[in-house]
């Protein structure tokens, strides 16, 4: 069945002047305008959609990709408040997004960053958001162990550490002690499962615990100085920002990483930067 707020993969049923026409199966034929149309569409039998619903309220389709379908968080920019209905986003696509008041957690102004889900409304079946998060989040436990790899938004700074939601469906937190640099809300941040605690709560980290994280950070290094020639301008006083940039992790997981590096010989420090050494020859205990 083709849903609404989704890229759907469907069958051209026939052309017209305004485009093409799409099997929505239970929706309905649906209309991809002609701007829309891939060059292409006669060798295709089947197109990649998003549907939606357009300023009359029609059901229509479109290639363009909007920065969150039905079900996935995101931080999205005010475009206009209207003091009657709510705020307008701006989501990638032609038509804004419409976040009715009674979903706002707090009043918005034009040009702020709110981070929202996107979500089918009930009463009407057309495509709002809801800034009230907790309402929209799985109330399965998570299905994941200690150490697993996982995407998160971040949703607001707490006197603990930062809020998350992972995956789109559970809640998360990353604490400031495991932090090396300050967040910002609607980060959208790749990291791991520290625990995870009663009701479904799970402590995140930007880093892999323990050796794992090592083994894994000092091999990914390796290469990457064997792809630039043997040497690189990072070391002890390269900045949080750098090396989470360059090789998505905390300075202090690279310090280690280097550090482990260096008791084995694998590299020299040149201040700045390192090399990587020849260690054919070396073995433990040499």
């Known amino acids: 069945m083709a849903l609404i707020g989704k890229r759907n993969l469907l069958s051209v049923v026939r052309e017209s002047t305004t485009g093409l026409f799409l099997d929505g199966e239970e929706l309905g034929e649906i209309l991809l305008p002609r701007r ?5 569409h006669a060798e295709q039998e089947r197109l990649e959609v998003f549907i939606y619903r357009d300023s009359e309220d029609r059901l229509i389709a479109t290639t363009e990709h909007p920065l969150a379908q039905v079900g996935e968080f995101a931080c999205l920019r005010v475009k206009e408040v209207n003091p009657r209905i709510g705020a307008f986003l701006d989501w990638g696509l032609p038509k804004d997004l419409l976040l009715p008041f009674r979903e706002q957690g707090a009043p918005l102004r034009a040009g702020q960053q709110v981070v929202v889900v996107v979500c089918l409304d009930p009463k009407t079946d057309r495509i709002i958001a809801s800034a009230r ?5 799985s109330n399965e436990m998570p299905d994941y162990r200690e150490g697993d790899p996982v995407r998160f938004i971040i949703t607001g700074k707490t ?3 930062y809020n ?6 559970h809640p998360g937190l990353l604490y400031h002690s495991n932090l090396s640099a300050p967040l910002k809300t609607g980060q959208v941040l790749n990291g791991f499962v520290r625990a995870i605690r009663e009701g479904g709560k799970l402590d995140l980290s930007l880093d892999a615990s323990g050796y794992q994280r090592v083994a894994s950070l000092t091999e990914q290094i390796e290469q990457a100085l064997e792809h630039s020639g043997g040497r690189l301008d ?16 905390s300075k ?6 280097l550090g482990k590096l260096f008791r084995e010989r694998r590299i020299a420090f040149t ?5 990587l050494l020849d260690n054919s020859s070396w073995s433990p205990g040499n």
């Open 133 to 137: 998060l907790n309402r929209h989040l």
């Open 271 to 275: 201040a700045p930067g390192i090399q």
């Open 164 to 169: 998350a939601i992972v995956e789109n469906a």
């Open 36 to 40: 829309y149309v891939p060059h292409d």
């Open 252 to 257: 202090k997981a690279f310090k280690q990483a």
């Open 159 to 161: 006197p603990l550490g």
């Open 234 to 249: 990072f070391d002890d006083d390269s900045s949080p920002e750098q090396i989470r940039e360059a090789f998505g992790v």
